[in-house]
């Protein structure tokens, strides 16, 4: 009995251990993969040339991704800073300041907003937001624009994120002790003070790492943003114009025009760098959570 026992035991050990290792492995995997496929690529042009060149002409040999990097960084920063506002402060709002009957209602409707697929919110950007922007945005600046802009996708991908941003806030702050907060409140702290200084100070650690994971997701977005944000490859800091960000030209193009030489490891190449920034990303919001942990 006692050696069934031990045998069981180490049995699940070693798939435990095992499934820890397959995980850890899995981005290296990927990225080794992705690489070998990109690899012909850096026989006629170097790594450097590849990020920051600005041509894009794949039936001349010349691939330049830096439209594509831009216009993906741009619409996620947009995403961003539309998103942080709002979620932060409704998730204080929920967690602090309403009823429990309000919670009980927001919780199906996050649910909901999150589990939509993708394609649906493309259509809505395409039916609501595109003709704002063209209809409404475009004129208040005294200018034209089809609406497939930058800042169409940025609108669009910053509603796809608010659920997933807003419920992991939502269980940071439910985190906090309730006797920290009655502590700061018998202290002759406001409500607001002991919100400010216990909820929120006190778990900037979790805020980074919910906002970490959102800029993660609305990086690799696909779909949705594909079908608002124009496609066009050009570098322009104007919100009101068209981009094209990687996962879009990875979406439309892979399949169709593999019969240009070089074009399957360009497109490879391209989602080696979706892996490389995702990575950078997750390790800058690692660094910041490690330094708030630290303060």
Known sequence: MQLKRVLLDKINGFWMVTSLATILCLPLIIG?????????????????????????????????FWPFIAGSLYVTLLSFLFTAPVCLLAAIYLTQFSSKQLIRVMHPVIDVLAGLPSVIYGVWGILIIVPFVSDYVAPIFGTTSSGYS???????????????????????FNTVPSGL?????????????????V?????????????????AKAFGE?????????????????PLHAAYPLPALIANNYGEMLSIPMYDAALMFAAFLLLIIILAFNLIFRYLIHKTKRQ
Request: hydrophobic fraction near 50%; aromatic fraction near 10%.
């Open 32 to 64: 080794t993969g992705l690489y070998l496929k990109a690899a012909p690529l850096f026989d006629q042009q170097s790594f450097m040339s590849l990020v920051f060149s600005s041509n894009w002409a794949p039936s001349k040999g010349e691939f330049g």
């Open 150 to 172: 930058t800042l169409a996708g940025g609108i669009v991908l910053a509603v796809m994120c608010i659920p997933y941003i807003l419920n992991m806030l939502i269980e940071v």
């Open 222 to 238: 696909t779909i949705a943003v594909m079908m608002v944000v124009g496609n066009v490859v050009k570098v322009s800091g104007n």
């Open 199 to 215: 909820v929120i100070r006190g778990n900037f650690p979790g805020i980074i790492s919910a906002y970490g994971l959102g800029i």
């Open 181 to 197: 907060k009655e502590a700061a409140l018998s202290m002759g702290a406001t409500r607001w003070e002991s919100v400010k200084h």
